[in-house]
């Protein structure tokens, strides 16, 4: 199926069909709670949510997810998404760049810095496997800077990729082929996953690589395998991406474990943030800053307004968690413990 099928079925599945793992604690976060401080000993007005991420300074630890680009709607969306990411002082990940290799005419889909010029930090994106079907750094270095990337993320999706209707499935040699090409980007690289985590063999594997940091967007939130099983028309791949719908590592300990394993690289946590809440805990546990998908691509298909609102009520629900547990700054949190909640009720 071409790209551009593949990308505007994405966007309608996801913005109208319930592709979520809503049910149970899928992220990891709700089962831990903060010791709530009930004398904080400070000021409201002393919490500072500002952070430096990949050398940029952002009024919080906050990006928006890689998600769209490529079709004219994505290319709205784009723009509105970046519209609110400049607004909110955060940063943005365009979603996967390959439309732009295949038809360059699509450009003007991601040149969201065209709109938004003051928008502290850029992210392009194409998936890693590219890598093994004949894509090179010259063709990455040209997505990068024909658009104006301060860093740049390559998505590993082997589940999805598995799922999917022709799905590009060749991951051998992925790692060589990784070593090789990102320094020859010019700009700080970052590995994520799009919805089934980072965990500790992917870890040390990436760990040996030449990358800045990993983005971990675990189980949780958005499931690819649902997404991918609604849109095959093929029953057993269907029941496939159904069965794998919790398939990972839930966010909370892709978060743990990407930080206890690459010390000194930039986690940025995702997977099934909802609010600043699990945002504040994501941040305990170690990451660097955290990032959000779907939530923001629902509030950008009704307006700028609206996705400024839910960054805002973000940014809000982590300043009023670091007031309540006396985090000053956004590095404080780090040494703040989480604890499992527990239930009292339970008996035994
Ligand atoms: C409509 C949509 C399109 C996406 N496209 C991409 C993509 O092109 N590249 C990528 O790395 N991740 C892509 N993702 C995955 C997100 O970046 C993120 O990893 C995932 O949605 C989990 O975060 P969430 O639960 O906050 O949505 C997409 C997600 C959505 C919802």
Redesign the pocket.
Known sequence: MAQIDR?DS??TL??EED??LTRGDGSGFAGLRFDHDALPEMDLDAVTTEAELLGRRLAAPLVI?????GTSRAGELNRRLALAAQACRIGM?L??QRKMLEDPSTRSTYAVREVAPEMPLLLG?L?AVQLNYGVGALEIRHLIESVGCDAF?F?L?PLQEAIQPGGDTRFSALVPRLREVVPALGVPVLL????SGIGRATARKIRDLPVAGV?T?GV???S?AK?ESLRTADPIQRSTGERFARWGIPTAESVSICRELLPGRVVIA?????DGIDAAKALALGADAV?????L?RAAARSVEDTVLALRRVIDELRTAMFLTGCRTVADLRLRALVRARDLTAEG
């Open positions: 990308k994405h966007l996801c913005l592709v979520e997810e890689a998600m769209t680009g990940a979603g996967s994106n998936g993320l998505h999706n994520k996953e799009v919805g983005e967007s949780g939130g958005t690819w997404v995702s997977g099934g943030i909802r990032s959000l998908g779907l939530p691509l």
